[in-house]
């Protein structure tokens, strides 16, 4: 399967917002659960959002009513939109296919002021 590749981290001040970006060329993408992770430094990975073939989501408790996590089946494209960003979202961020334990390369996220 060809590697994942995300995109549009940086740094943002608290209370901003960033989308994140994920290429998944992937056969039958629309069929596949899609998650995105973080990891700040010190900390292990973490499940931040999963949108499942249906489109059904879930969310990090941390990050619920902030964060959406969407997919474009057509683009095989997976998005994290992040709102009311806190310091504490810094991390890197991971796209993940749940299918084949797939990974990106991460994209940084920094928010401060």
């Known amino acids: 399967q060809v590697q994942l590749v995300e995109s549009g981290g940086g740094l943002v001040q608290p209370g901003g917002s960033l989308r994140l970006s994920c290429a998944a060329p992937?056969?039958?993408?629309?069929?596949?659960?899609m998650d995105w992770y973080r990891q700040a430094p010190g900390n292990e990975r973490e499940l931040v959002a999963r949108i499942n073939s249906r489109g059904d989501t879930t969310y990090a408790d941390s990050v619920k009513d902030r964060f959406t996590i969407s997919r474009d089946n057509a683009k095989k494209m997976v998005y994290l939109q992040m709102n009311s960003l806190k310091p504490e979202d810094t991390a890197v961020y991971y796209c993940?296919?749940?299918?084949?334990?797939?990974w990106g390369q991460g994209t940084q996220v920094t928010v401060s002021s």
């Open positions: 993940h296919r749940v299918l084949d334990n797939a």
């Open positions: 992937t056969n039958n993408f629309n069929r596949r659960t």
